[in-house]
């Protein structure tokens, strides 16, 4: 597609409830970033793939979190038995390259009650 | 449709300089304005405005909101090469971020 798909767009979860973000990425980018982003503050990294091998999942809270990219295009952040303080907008973005220019899609924004 | 339109989309001055990026928006549902500097890691936040009129100062970074113009404007004074970046503004609108497409700063020595 032309640009970072994200979906959903807003989610309510109630806590102890298991949620799935996806990600479609720009058709032939290479490298694909999750980032979490709490309110009113930047985002904070939390794993990278490159096509479908994940080489950096440092980021991630917990063993909550799950991200995956199974045929190198589009990508699943799971969160299993959300808490309140998962609440934020998970943003991803892909690039062509690692090093090159990132396109960021509009966000889940994920409330936890 | 909602949009975001960033200029000028790339601009080259010489330290020591004061730039304005500007950033203007038509969206439905406006929550919040922020400004990112996205160099080749993670996109650094710079700021977040949601009223008119009150400046945000970070060193020699600045910036405002008018709500009634739709606009915002980021300020660099006294350039260095370090602010060389993609500065980014994006808004928050009914719980989605809607991207400009960045002013691409060059700042030569």
């Known amino acids: 597609g032309a640009g970072v798909s994200q979906s959903p767009r807003y989610k309510v979860a109630k806590r102890g409830q298991d949620v799935a973000l996806r990600c479609d990425p720009i058709?032939?980018?290479?490298?694909l970033f999750w980032y979490q982003q709490a309110l009113g503050q930047g985002p904070e990294f939390l794993t990278y793939f490159q096509n479908e091998a994940q080489l950096d999942k440092s980021g991630l809270p917990s063993d909550r979190f799950f991200a995956e990219r199974p045929e190198g295009s589009v990508s699943t952040l799971k969160i299993q038995r959300t808490q309140q303080e998962d609440s934020a907008v998970y943003l991803c973005?892909?690039?062509?390259?690692?090093?090159?220019?990132?396109?960021f899609g509009s966000g889940t924004r994920l409330t936890v009650v | 449709e909602d949009k975001v339109v960033q200029s000028p989309l790339s601009l080259v001055v010489h330290e020591g300089d004061t730039v304005t990026l500007n950033c203007s928006y038509e969206?439905?549902?406006?929550?919040?304005l922020l400004w990112y500097k996205q160099e080749k890691k993670a996109p650094t936040f710079l700021f977040m405005l949601t009223s008119s009129g009150i400046e945000k100062k970070s060193g020699r970074l600045s910036s405002i909101l008018d709500k009634k113009e739709l606009f915002s404007i980021l300020n660099i004074t006294a350039t260095q090469t370090g602010d060389s970046a993609v500065y980014l503004c994006?808004?928050?609108?009914?719980?989605?971020?809607?991207w400009g497409a960045g002013t691409k700063l060059i700042i030569k020595p």
């Open positions: 969206v439905t549902n406006f929550r919040s």
């Open positions: 973005a892909s690039s062509l390259a690692q090093g090159t220019g990132y396109t």
């Open positions: 994006a808004v928050d609108s009914n719980y989605q971020l809607i």
């Open positions: 058709s032939g980018h290479v490298s």
